[in-house]
C-alpha cells in the first residue's frame, strides 16, 4: 500500500502541504482532487521521488514499480507497436537475452520467467490498448514521428498502461482523448489489476473507474471512501457542520466579549473578566473548510432568430476539392443543443468549421439566417493568445469604447478578478487561459456557440459554473467533448460523425456508451416506427403519475430543507449530542439519496408523458 506520513512540501516559501497524512490501500483505484494551484502535481512528483520532503515520509512496498505519461512523448521512427512493447522493460530484456543465452539452465529460467509474465501475448495486448485508444492496425505500424503532438500522448498513455507498474499514476489523461478514448479508458482502470492514482476534473471517470477519492484542501488529505458524487455529498454535509460550529463558536465568542467589555475595568468583576479574556485567547478559530466558489459564466444572450438558423440539404464539404463529409441534411435551431459523437479523424471539426464559416461547401446547399453570429472555441485558440498581453489587453482590442470599469466587469462575468485582469496571459493557468477564450468566443452574443472541448483545464467547479451557463443560454449550442457529464447535462440532440457523413443518432448518451464498450462502432439507426396513438385514459393515467413524483419531490424537498436547517442548529454540536447529531446526519443522507431517486422517477414519468402527447 501507498502510505504519507506528515509529509510537508513549501514552494517558494509558500506552504503547499502541511503535515499531511493518508493511506491508499493495495490494488484500489483512487481520484486525487482539489482545486486547482493546490499542489496535486506536486504530490505526484513527491510520491515519485522527484522533489526531497521538508518533513514525513512516503513508502511503499519494496521493488514496487512506479508508472505515468512521461513528459517527453515519443517521435521517433520507431512503430507505434514497437513502442509500446518497449515500455515492458524486463520482457525487452529477457527476448534479447534469450537470443545469446548458450547456458541451458539460464535459457530455462528465461523460458520460465517469459511464460510468467505472459511475454507470448505481449503483441496482442499492446495492439488492443492502441485501438482502444484510437489507432487502427494501419496506424500501429507507422512510426511516432508521423502523429501530432496530441496522438503521441496517446502513444506515451499506451505504453505506460502496457506496462502494468504496481502503482500507476496519472495527471488528467482525459484531456487529450476523445469521448471514445475516454469511454475506454474508464472501463480500462476500472479493471486494472494494481494500484491506480489519479488526478482529473471528468466526473464521469471519477464516478465509473475510482472507487475512492482523495481530497488535498488547507494543505491536508482526506480519503474518502466511494465515487465522486458520495464524496460529494460527504463533502456538503461536512461544510453544514463546519460552518454551524462556526456560528456556534462566534455566538460564544461575541458573549465572552461583551462580558468583558462591559466588567473589565469594574472591580467587583475584574476577575472574571480577566477569566474570560483569557477563555477568548484559548479559542482557536473555527473556520470552514475552503470551498471553491461557483465561478459563473456570464454568456450574453442574444435576440431571436426565426428557425432554423442554419438548414443544409444534400451538402458535402472537405479539403482541396475532396469530400470529407457527405449526404448531409441537417437543421439547427436556435434552442438546440447538440453533442457531436463519434471517433477523432471522422469528422467533428470539418463540420464545426463548415458551421462556422471556416470551410466551404463542395456540393449540396446550406441557408442560414442574415443575422446570423457565431461564436466558435477551440483548443488551439487558447494557444493563440497573445502571452505577452493582459486579459485586459486582449478585452481592450475588442471593445476599444469601453471603459476600464467596464471591461474589468465583463472579465469578472466570467472568474477572472483584479489580478488576473492584470497579468500577462503566459503567466495565467490553462483554466484561467480557457475562460479568457471563451469570452472572446461569446463577446458578440453569438446565436450559435461551437465549443470543440471547451472542458479541457477547468476543474470541476469551473465544469458545473460552464453548465449552468450553457442551461441558461438562449443561443444553440454545437458541443465536442469528452467529458459525458458535460455532455448528459447540456445536450438534448446526438448527431453521429461516422462513415463519411452526420446522421441523428437515436439512442442515448448510455446506449452509445454501451455500444462502445461491447466493440461495435455505433451506426446510424433507422428511425423508430410511430408509435400507437395514446387514448385518453393513457394519458390520464400518465398525467396523474407525474402529479404524484411532483408531490414525492417537493414532500422530500421539503424534508431535505427542515433536516439542513435542524443540522445548521448549533445546539445539535454541543458535548454529549454527538449520537443525536449522527442520527440527523443519517436521516438527512436518506432523504438526499430518496430525493434522487423520486427526481429519476419524475423524469421517466415526464418523458412518458411527452412521448404518448407526441404519438
Known amino acids: 500500500m501507498l502510505r504519507i506520513e506528515d509529509i510537508s512540501y513549501s514552494v517558494a516559501g509558500r506552504p503547499l502541504i502541511v503535515n499531511a497524512s493518508a493511506t491508499v490501500p493495495t490494488g484500489h483505484k483512487v481520484g486525487l482532487v482539489g482545486r486547482n494551484g493546490t499542489g496535486k502535481t506536486t504530490l505526484f512528483r513527491l510520491i515519485r521521488g522527484e522533489l526531497a520532503l521538508e518533513t514525513g515520509t512516503i513508502t511503499l512496498p519494496q521493488r514496487a514499480r512506479i508508472g505515468g505519461v512521461a513528459q517527453e512523448v515519443p517521435s521517433s521512427n520507431v512503430s507505434l507497436l514497437d513502442t509500446v512493447l518497449a515500455a515492458d522493460t524486463e520482457r525487452a530484456t529477457l527476448l534479447r537475452e534469450a537470443d545469446t543465452a548458450t547456458d541451458p ?28 485508444l ?31 507498474p504496481d502503482l500507476l499514476l496519472l495527471d488528467e489523461p482525459t484531456n487529450y482523448l476523445d469521448l471514445e478514448g475516454a469511454l475506454w479508458l474508464e472501463n480500462y482502470l476500472a479493471r486494472y489489476p494494481h494500484t491506480v492514482l489519479i488526478i482529473s476534473h471528468d466526473r ?8 475512492a477519492i482523495l481530497h488535498l484542501e488547507d494543505k491536508k488529505l482526506t480519503f474518502y471512501q466511494g465515487p465522486y458524487d458520495q464524496f460529494a455529498r460527504q463533502r456538503a454535509e461536512k461544510l453544514a457542520q463546519a460552518e454551524a460550529m462556526a456560528r456556534k463558536q462566534d455566538a460564544r465568542r461575541a458573549h465572552l466579549q461583551s462580558y468583558v467589555d462591559r466588567f473589565r475595568y469594574k ?17 482557536q478559530p473555527i473556520t470552514s473548510p475552503q470551498e471553491a466558489a461557483l465561478r459563473a459564466f456570464a454568456f450574453p444572450s442574444p435576440e431571436e432568430l426565426s428557425p432554423p438558423i442554419i438548414n443544409l440539404e444534400a451538402a458535402s464539404t472537405g479539403y482541396d476539392g475532396t469530400p470529407v463529409l457527405k449526404r448531409m441534411n441537417l437543421r439547427i435551431d436556435q434552442d438546440d443543443r447538440i453533442a457531436l459523437l463519434g471517433k477523432n479523424g471522422q469528422g467533428k471539426s470539418t463540420l464545426s468549421k463548415l458551421l462556422s464559416n471556416r470551410l466551404d461547401l463542395i456540393e449540396g446547399r446550406m441557408t442560414r439566417s442574415g443575422k446570423l453570429r457565431i461564436g466558435y472555441f477551440a483548443q488551439h485558440q487558447v494557444d493563440e493568445l497573445h502571452v505577452d498581453e493582459t486579459p485586459l489587453d486582449h478585452l481592450r482590442r475588442e471593445r476599444p469604447a469601453k471603459t476600464p470599469a467596464q471591461l474589468r466587469a465583463i472579465l469578472a462575468g466570467f472568474g477572472m478578478g483584479a489580478e488576473q485582469a492584470d497579468t500577462l496571459v ?26 470543440d472541448e471547451p472542458t479541457n483545464h477547468l476543474d470541476i467547479e469551473s465544469r458545473e459554473a460552464l453548465v449552468e451557463a450553457l442551461t441558461a443560454y438562449s443561443g444553440a449550442v454545437i458541443l465536442v467533448s469528452h ?8 445536450a438534448d440532440r446526438l448527431w453521429l460523425v461516422a462513415d463519411g457523413t452526420v446522421t441523428p443518432y437515436q439512442g442515448d448518451l448510455e446506449s452509445y456508451r454501451a455500444e462502445l464498450l461491447q466493440g461495435d462502432r455505433p451506426k446510424p439507426k433507422d428511425k423508430p416506427k410511430p408509435a400507437k396513438r395514446a387514448t385518453r385514459e393513457d394519458l390520464l393515467a400518465l398525467r396523474t403519475e407525474l402529479r404524484k413524483c411532483e408531490q414525492r419531490v417537493e414532500k422530500l424537498g421539503d424534508m431535505a430543507e427542515k433536516l ?12 454529549g449530542k454527538i449520537g443525536e447529531m449522527e442520527v440527523w446526519q443519517r436521516k ?28
Request: charged fraction near 25%.
Open 105 to 132: 539452465a539460464r535459457i530455462a529460467d528465461i523460458q520460465t520467467r517469459l511464460a510468467d509474465i505472459d511475454a507470448w501475448s505481449a503483441e496482442a495486448r499492446a495492439s488492443s490498448i492502441l485501438r482502444g
Open 134 to 164: 484510437g489507432f487502427d492496425f494501419a496506424d500501429q505500424s507507422r512510426p511516432c514521428s508521423d502523429f501530432s503532438g496530441g496522438w503521441r500522448m496517446r502513444v506515451a498513455l499506451a505504453a505506460v498502461l502496457f506496462s502494468q
Open 204 to 211: 464521469g471517470l471519477l464516478n465509473r473507474a475510482v472507487g
Open 267 to 283: 472591580a467587583d468583576k475584574a476577575k472574571q473578566a480577566q477569566s474570560r479574556l483569557k477563555a477568548l485567547a484559548r479559542m
Open 426 to 451: 503566459a503567466k495565467l493557468s490553462g483554466g484561467q487561459k480557457a475562460r479568457l477564450s471563451l469570452l472572446l468566443a461569446t463577446l458578440d452574443a453569438p446565436h450559435l456557440l461551437i465549443l
Open 483 to 490: 467529458d459525458m457529464h458535460l455532455l448528459s447535462m447540456t
Open 564 to 575: 439542513s436547517q435542524k443540522l445548521a442548529d448549533p445546539t445539535l454540536y454541543e458535548d
Open 588 to 615: 438527512y443522507a436518506e432523504v438526499r439519496d430518496a430525493q434522487d431517486r423520486a427526481e429519476d422517477l419524475w423524469m421517466r414519468a415526464l418523458e412518458k408523458l411527452e412521448t404518448a402527447e407526441g404519438a
